[in-house]
């Protein structure tokens, strides 16, 4: 319960129990159970629709789950009014009020609570973002990446237990995103509030975040560290929506303490049992692009290392710090490979002959029955995810 | 050959913008043409007759060509009665409008926004009594209002109103009828507003600590100004003028007259000129400066 008249000690842990959230005819939420420790900055991932923003609006309170608790600090606030949550909120439209200046739309959360000299504080707060400077000014004078800072002075401003970021860098600029991002940081590590950050942003959610959970279809896919989740994706639609992956499927064929060897068409890739999720029948391995090396003569088997190969590579494109090759491996499909740009110009053209070879340790084994390979369709690829944004931005602007 | 070239671009820029105000002035034309025949020559003729003279020895209705000032001030003491009910009526219409108006005007344009047919049932419902003069509305309620009626018996058999008590001809049924007759003047424009208010901004609210009611003050109130505003003023100005419903054929008495009916009986039935329009003077000035301070004061020029 937001008290009157004085702050939020710190940061408070947030808890779902069970929440489901079911709306006419669609189902977001179901049967979520996450804790977010107090002090961290959790990034919530995934595609649109995925029901990110469903679940940061339960934590506002701005919509009801139909089922299940939700426990800030320890103290159960399903039955809260959004009002009385000790939760502030940057929203994505910012919601900045046209009518009042930002110096009292930074205020309006402390005078709500009669917090002593409102005013002054709300000075601070814009000191800290910058932009007191414009305090007498509309929002609507502002630019993109002024209001969006001004949003956030809003919401710390109140010292909340827990801060909510609904996507909040969606509409700036990427240099300015990435300004903002760094700012976003230190102010969570200067006060030390909780942050929970929706985000369909995997690069901005694994430079900001402590702990990142991947969402997709209602559920969590995987959660923990960046590095972590990088690393050593568990499933396929994590493996793919933060960042890129080779994938290959096949049945294992010998297994020893420490690794198994999976058949992939005809062709023996040997995966660290500790990486691995599955240890028999028909798994789907997988490896970064950026930890595949180019060969342009067979290299020598090596007990440590995986070669596949011969292939073509049919696509070379440059992209300042790496160019990314595709090599059409018969009876395997395309593998993308990522190379650092060492000497000037690809190395080697299209249509040249080359094998590919990665370190046993940097694969990995996903835990995806390969018969459900095809539950992620559609929200794991880029294009769905652009048209759906789309259909959102249209419906967005037919309500405005 | 520098200046030259600085000259030329100089006539490049400006002559576009002078072609533009002169096509500008031809298409204002008709309407300015409009406004000096049907507004400003009525305005300086009835300026003219406020000053005029009784011709001595003249009939009724006989004026002549003057500057008597004193019309206005003979005029102003002899009504001062009627121009403040006139406008004490007119504000009492204008809240009472409002406050029924602005749930309605909300529940169309907030709550119904789900449903856009019923939205729009029920906007035509607000606008339905117009398809019924207003005359006829009036003289219905002088009906329902009247001595012998079932609501006047049933409040007197209640004794909400005493044995000999009436509604018809007190300021109560004036500033019903007021009221009722303005409604639609004042929802239309609240909707227009509310219609366009950003949810969102009552998220951000409720999410910064404020109740529902504190919301309602602070966000939802300043965001729908424009449309109090132009509501208000498009009550109050016709209601401060309007004779109809004080009228003793309608549901007023001699007791509740309003200024417009002071000017009414001066043009029509005293035939005395220079004090109608001197009345009429009066009241359009009233209604302009009431109006200048209070848009002023509401202070909605970001939001207009």
């Known amino acids: 319960m937001a008290a009157m008249g004085t702050f939020a000690e710190a940061g408070a842990d947030l808890e779902f129990i069970d929440i489901s959230k079911r709306f006419p005819g669609f189902t977001a939420i179901e049967n979520l159970n996450l804790t977010i420790p107090a002090g961290s900055f959790f990034a919530l991932l995934g595609p649109s629709g995925c029901g990110k923003t469903t679940t940061l609006r339960l934590v506002a309170g701005l919509e009801e789950p ?96 827990l801060l909510l970021l609904d996507e909040p860098l969606g509409a700036l600029d990427l240099k300015l995103r990435r300004q903002m991002q760094l700012e976003l940081k230190s102010i969570q590590t200067e006060i030390g509030l909780t942050f929970l950050h929706v985000t369909h942003d995997q690069e901005e959610a694994m430079t900001m975040a402590d702990i990142v959970a991947v969402m997709n279809k209602g559920e969590i896919e995987q959660m923990g560290a960046p590095e972590q989740l990088y690393e050593l994706p568990r499933t396929a639609f994590v493996a793919n929506f933060l960042g890129q992956s080779n994938l290959f499927t096949g049945p294992v064929t010998g297994s020893t303490a ?47 290392t995986n ?51 990665w370190t046993v340790d940097h694969g990995f084994g996903l835990e995806d029955e390969p018969a459900h390979g095809s539950r992620f369709p559609a929200d794991s690829s880029t294009n769905a995810i652009a048209v759906q944004r789309r259909a959102d931005l249209e419906t967005e602007l037919e309500g405005a | ?32 043409l409009y406004m000096v025949l049907f507004f400003l020559t009525p305005l300086i003729s009835l300026v003219i007759t406020s000053f005029q003279a009784e011709l001595p020895g003249g009939d009724i209705g006989d004026y002549i060509p003057g500057l ?28 009472f409008a409002l406050v029924i108006s602005y749930p309605i005007a909300y529940f169309i344009g907030v709550k119904a926004r789900r449903w856009p047919l019923l939205q729009s ?52 049924a004036v500033i019903f009828g007021l009221t009722y007759n303005f409604i639609p003047f004042m929802t239309l424009p609240l909707y227009t507003t509310l219609e366009r208010l950003d949810i969102r901004f009552l998220e951000a609210g409720n999410d910064l600590y404020a109740s529902p009611a504190t919301t309602f003050l602070k966000v939802t109130v300043p965001l729908s100004m424009p449309g ?38 001066n043009f029509l039935t005293l035939q005395n000129y220079p004090v109608a329009a001197a009345l009429s003077i009066i009241l359009m000035a009233v209604i302009l400066i009431l109006v200048g301070v209070y848009v002023r004061r509401s202070g909605t020029e970001d939001l207009l």
């Open chain 1, 307 to 357: 070669v596949l190969g011969p292939g073509r590579v049919t696509d070379v494109s440059f992209s300042g710090v790496s160019t990314s090759y595709i090599v059409q491996i018969p009876g395997l499909g395309a593998v993308t490979v990522f190379a650092q740009n060492m000497v000037f110009g690809p190395v080697v053209n299209e249509g040249a002959e080359v094998w590919v070879s």
């Open chain 2, 228 to 265: 109090i505003i132009s509501g208000t003023l498009l009550t109050f100005i016709p209601a401060a003028g309007d004779y109809i419903n004080a009228s003793r054929d309608f549901l007023g008495s001699s007791k509740t007259a309003m200024l417009g009916n002071a000017i009414e009986a």
């Open chain 2, 121 to 172: 049932l029920m906007l035509t419902l607000v606008i339905a009594p117009f398809f019924i003069s207003f005359l006829l509305r009036t003289l219905a309620w002088k009906q329902i209002l009247s001595d012998e009626s079932p609501v006047v018996l049933a409040l007197k058999a209640v004794a909400i109103l005493p044995a000999d008590g009436h509604l018809t001809g007190t300021p109560f």
């Open chain 1, 258 to 304: 420490d690794a198994i060897t999976v058949d992939i068409s005809g062709r023996g890739i040997v995966v660290p049992r500790t990486r691995a999720q599955r240890h028999a029948g028909e798994v789907t391995i997988g490896v970064r692009p950026e930890k595949l090396l180019l060969h342009i003569e067979a290299p020598s088997a090596d007990a440590g």
């Open chain 2, 68 to 95: 008597q000032w004193q019309n206005y001030v003979d005029s102003a003491s002899e009504y001062l009665p009627h121009i403040l009910r006139a406008f004490g009526y007119a504000l009492a219409a204008t809240v």
């Open chain 1, 66 to 161: 139909s089922a299940g608790r939700i426990l800030i600090g320890g103290t159960d606030v399903t039955q809260t009014k959004s009002f009385q949550r000790p939760v502030n909120t940057v929203f994505q439209s910012y919601a900045l009020f046209p009518h009042m200046t930002v110096l009292e739309n930074v205020a309006f959360g402390l005078r709500r609570r009669k917090i002593d000299d409102p005013l002054g504080k709300a000075h601070e707060a814009l000191r800290l973002v910058e932009l007191d400077h414009v305090a007498a000014r509309r929002p609507a004078q502002l630019s993109g990446g002024q209001q969006q800072r001004v949003a956030l002075a809003r919401a710390v401003v109140n010292r909340p237990a």
């Open chain 2, 1 to 32: 050959m520098a200046f030259a070239a600085f000259a030329s671009t100089d006539a490049a820029v400006t002559k576009p913008a002078r072609r533009a105000s002169t096509v500008a002035l031809v298409l204002l034309l008709p309407g300015i």
